[in-house]
């Protein structure tokens, strides 16, 4: 299990406009086209299903860094 599957609290610090936490499929992909992602799918994959800690009980509080 990951630091993240196991966490109490987030703290989210990005450099884009959304974190990735947070972002829906079809804004991710865009951005990782304009990045050129070789393994586009399963960084997609990946990202998209970090969102499941967003639905757990009991949920992380949130944090803001910055």
């Known amino acids: 299990m990951s630091y993240e599957a196991r966490a109490i609290?987030?703290?989210i610090y990005e450099l884009s406009l959304i974190p990735g936490l947070f972002q829906n499929?079809?804004?991710a992909?865009?951005?990782m086209e304009d990045a050129g992602i070789h393994d586009l799918e399963e960084q997609l994959a990946a990202r998209l299903s970090r969102?499941?800690?967003l639905n757990?009980?009991?949920r992380p509080l949130g944090g803001r860094a910055g």
Do not use: G, N, V, W
Request: aromatic share 6%.
């Open 9 to 11: 609290m987030l703290k």
């Open 25 to 27: 499929e079809a804004y």
């Open 29 to 31: 992909r865009s951005l």
């Open 51 to 53: 969102q499941e800690i």
């Open 56 to 58: 757990r009980t009991p």
